[in-house]
């Protein structure tokens, strides 16, 4: 039978999220056209991924909601590492536009309207900042984490065309604009990169970043009645959600006791490294695991 997990995110907020930086997304893409801004037209571009990004979330948080079924026993709560890997990598790729477009700028004399580029980018800022204010709570969940890397870039990226416009109107250096079109692209860089190696890492089903493999084997090897452990497996189904499988081995003295045995692995596992999805084999030592007439009990626990 499926198993069940409950799932929640702020979907309302990446909803009103998506529309306030869609309609920002138009004002600041016509501004920066008017006021032949690269800088400003490369942060509405970035505002245009955060917009996808986002509504991608919103997505995928309302898909990670729908109950397990018979074929996908886990849900579908792998949907938000999909979305988080995807704009990561749309971020990526917005980031090398960026490069190219100021390679193509610098060297070209351009003016820039520098006091509506300062207007737009600070009102930019404000509405990043505010949205990266109502996600950030909610880091914890990598789909939401990029949703949150995509906004907090915007709003570090606006404070970088501000510096730009200040410096421009000031002492008429043009050639900032490109640059600062650069320099946001390598934080694009930067603040996509964890995103995209944690998806992989759970795509992969690597073990938790963070979490000592020596530590849970020598945990499970610590419960009473517990002789070895072997064939242990501790993974990520989605933010939050751990699983982990292994066998235990336990003497012929102690087979009565197996159950609580394992309960006593479940918890210890659950208090000690937050894993509350797990499968655990009883083996009696001496036996051979692949005799079915061993005395091999199976037990599974949510």
């Known amino acids: 039978m499926p198993h069940t997990h409950s799932h929640s995110a702020p979907t309302r907020t990446l909803l009103i999220a998506f529309g306030l930086t869609l309609i920002f997304v138009v004002f600041e893409l016509l501004s920066g056209i008017v006021a032949h801004s690269l800088a400003l037209v490369s942060d509405a571009g970035h505002n245009f991924a955060d917009a996808l990004a986002l509504l991608l979330a919103y997505g995928a948080a309302r898909v990670a909601q729908s109950p397990a079924t018979s074929s996908r026993t886990f849900g579908y709560h792998r949907a938000t590492i999909l979305a988080a890997l995807f704009n990561a990598l749309a971020l990526i790729a917005i980031a090398f536009y960026i490069f190219w477009e100021a390679y193509r700028r610098l060297g070209v004399h351009q003016d820039v ?37 995509h906004m907090l870039g915007d709003a570090v990226a606006s404070m970088g065309v501000i510096v730009a416009g200040v410096v421009i109107l000031f002492a008429g250096a043009y050639w900032v604009d490109p640059l600062t079109s ?29 979490l000592d493999m020596k530590q849970v084997e020598e945990a499970i090897r610590g419960v009473a009645g517990v002789l070895a452990t ?16 292994c066998h235990a ?9 197996g159950q609580q045995i394992i309960k006593n692995i479940v918890r210890e596992l659950k208090t000690r490294f937050q894993i509350g999805h797990t499968t655990i084999q009883i083996e009696i030592e001496g036996c051979d695991p692949n005799d079915l007439y061993c005395g091999v009990k199976e037990v599974h626990d949510h």
Not at 113 to 134: C, D, E, G, Q, R
Not at 234 to 245: K, P, Q, Y
């Open 230 to 245: 072997h064939d242990l497996h501790v993974w990520t189904i989605s933010s939050g959600m751990l699983a982990c499988s």
């Open 182 to 210: 650069v320099l946001i692209g390598f934080f694009i860089l930067w603040t996509s990169w964890s995103v995209v190696r944690e998806g992989v890492n759970i795509l992969l089903e690597a073990a938790p970043a963070g």
């Open 113 to 149: 309207n520098s006091h509506l580029m300062i207007v737009v980018a600070l009102s930019a800022l404000v509405l990043n900042t505010a949205i990266s204010f109502l996600l950030r709570k909610e880091t914890h969940d990598l789909n939401l984490r990029s949703a949150y890397v």
């Open 249 to 257: 081995v336990i003497s012929r003295k102690t087979v009565e006791d």
